[in-house]
């Protein structure tokens, strides 16, 4: 039906959640935006701020930025900030839209994003063998850094002035 990557790639983290755009609930549950956003704003209700909320004009701007490209002509561009919603929120306005559609897809909504959760824990751990693999070079190189800067030291000291001006070889005393 939906493939769970489709969706997966329109899951955004904002303000530390992983949140999905009104426009792309809509297009997944094959409703107009506009129809998709009566229906939540006649709801508000089932929709506190960890299910659902809105962009600030900063966050927009930021994230419209990264799209590259918008669609051309007059009518393409949205008027007001969209809602995002959370994995739960998705989930609570598949149940307003009540069509058979909107129960479907939200099985792959939730799969979306247990999906993106599953992969943000293994970079967890990844990133924590990262850390522990840091810890330990630093800690050999720490003991390398010791033993190249002792060597240094030595060679500076082999080529001071002092050493260079003893002479070699046979040497005549001047005062015999």
Partial sequence: MVPTEFIA???????????????????????????FNQAVKRNLAKFPTDFMFSLTAAEWKSL??????????PGR???????DFTEHGAIMAATLLNSPRAVEVSVYVVRAFVQLREFLASNKDLTRQLKALEQRVEKKLGHHDQAIAGIIETL?????????KRRIGF???DDK
Avoid: C, W
């Avoid at 561009?77 to 809602?83: D, N, S």
């Fill in 64 to 73: 419209r930025s990264q799209f590259v490209t918008l669609d051309a002509g």
């Fill in 9 to 35: 790639e329109r899951i955004f983290i904002v303000r530390g959640q992983k949140v999905i755009f009104d426009s792309d609930l809509a297009a997944l549950y094959e409703v107009p935006t506009k129809q």
């Fill in 77 to 83: 561009h949205r008027k007001y900030l969209p809602f």
């Fill in 171 to 173: 040497v005549i005393d």
């Fill in 156 to 164: 500076r000291q082999l080529m001071s002035p002092a050493n260079a």
